[in-house]
């Protein structure tokens, strides 16, 4: 729920906290990706728990994406004309304009990469070439790629499974946001909301029945539209019902629920878990409550101490982990840090480190959808070529830097100059299509 607001207020272009979580989500995911291509595992590591926090959750670092995503694009579409289908074509023309261009390029150069693997008798890039398809280049231009292992899975273009699957569930939400907007308008942003969440469950039940692409995204709905309410929370200066001491206890309440039914037979709700662990870290951004009481400090704390104690007290008696030590310690660690962020609320040191993060993680956010998009083939890539070279597979991080440089130019060079050819072929001006720009 949340209170009554004022009109949508006029929103500036970028929110700096978004743009620098969007950056930070896709720096974890490269992280983890080059820990996974690499072959490091916290178990061989002589700091097992620090291997363990940056390597082992980049599927949640998606869940963020999803949560960020539905924020960005309600917050810039809440007060759109998408009850007009003018406004509606504008609305896709713009998200296609977005994705489109960087998408392609990048399908493209995955194919000629694929290539000069097999031409360079890479390993394992001869069979790779073998078994890619004209069928997959056109489903993942068409945006129906899933998750590897997943039921329902379509296609995904070649080499080393890049992670389109989850712009492919993006892409999905971007077609039917108008509903979801239709729906808020008409009754309310918690109505849209609850709508979401009951495909979510349908979805879940449906897919146990018969297992589809559709099904599959669907399931992961919900995380989206609570980005979107967040949104809605900021454009209307509203706030969230719930007390700001109970959204710091909840992050680390639910993370803890989340590791603690993971090797359960409860596993179906540790995604939704980290997604109640998720939630409060954008809302508490974006959508502030002023600074935390003393009295709401202590209540945080005592929440937490008491679900530290459930948790522990649960480990001492079942085994809910392959790895009981490091399963203690991690939820050790968390506790010590979400203590520390509560108990540092409101402190001047506490907002120049928040603005410190800002200003690190600004420039990645800025081309963090070429950067999510080309890492992981080229840590791939690399790591084949450490391999035939017979280099230590260190060396493979030398791609790092090449990448950066790649995302960049495809987001702050080829992305302006696409939109500037597409809007004048759109507004039909002669010689468009022969004029694009230099």
Request: glycine residues 8%; hydrophobic residues 55%; charged residues 15%.
């Amino acid at each position: 729920m949340t209170h009554a607001g004022p009109r949508v207020r006029p929103a500036p272009a970028h929110i700096a906290a978004v743009d620098a979580g969007r950056g930070l989500a896709a720096s974890y995911v490269v992280l983890a990706h080059v820990f996974q291509i690499l072959g490091y595992k916290y178990s061989l590591s002589g700091w097992p728990l620090l291997v363990d926090m940056a390597s082992a959750y980049a599927h949640q670092a998606v869940l963020f994406f999803f949560l960020l995503s539905g924020f960005s694009i309600h917050y810039a579409s809440l007060d759109r004309p998408l009850d007009t289908w003018a406004g509606v074509r504008l609305y896709y023309y713009l998200r296609l304009r977005r994705v489109v261009p960087i998408f392609f390029v990048v399908v493209a150069g995955l194919l000629a990469v694929l290539w000069l693997g097999k031409w360079l008798a890479l390993p394992g890039y001869d069979e790779k070439w073998q078994a890619w398809g004209w069928r997959d280049v056109i489903y993942s231009l068409l945006f129906l790629t899933d998750r590897a292992g997943t039921c329902g899975r379509i296609a995904t273009v070649l080499p080393s499974d890049p992670p389109f699957w989850s712009l492919s569930y993006e892409m999905f939400y971007y077609l039917i946001y108008p509903f979801f907007w239709l729906l808020a308008r008409r009754f309310t942003i918690g109505g849209a909301v609850l709508a979401g969440a009951i495909a979510s469950v349908a979805a879940i039940f449906f897919d146990g029945w018969q297992c589809h692409h559709v099904f599959n995204v669907l399931q992961l709905y919900y995380v989206w539209c609570l980005g979107a309410w967040v949104a809605d929370v900021r454009r209307h200066g509203m706030r969230l019902a719930w007390p700001r001491w109970l959204m710091y206890a909840q992050v680390f309440l639910a993370a803890a629920a989340g590791w603690t039914v993971a090797e359960s037979a409860w596993l179906r709700w540790e995604e939704p878990l980290w997604v109640a662990a998720l939630f409060p870290l954008l809302a508490l951004s974006v959508a502030g409550w002023g600074e935390i009481s003393r009295r709401q400090a202590m209540l945080a704390s005592l929440a937490m101490v008491l679900g530290l104690a459930a948790v522990l007290g649960i480990a001492s008696v079942k085994a809910v982990s392959h790895d009981m030590a490091m399963f203690c310690w991690r939820v050790l660690l968390l506790a010590a840090i979400v203590l520390l962020w509560v108990w540092s609320d409101g402190l001047a040191w506490r907002q120049r480190a928040r603005g410190g993060l800002i200003r690190l993680f600004l420039p990645l956010g800025a081309v963090s959808y070429a950067l999510y998009l080309v890492h992981y083939p080229a840590l791939a890539w690399a790591r084949a070529v450490t391999e035939k070279l017979h280099w230590p597979v260190s060396a493979a991080l030398l791609c790092l830097p090449p990448v950066l440089a790649l995302a960049w130019g495809l987001e702050l060079r080829l992305q302006p100059r696409a939109v500037a050819w597409l809007e004048r072929l759109r507004k039909g001006r002669r010689g468009d299509l022969v004029s694009a720009p230099r």
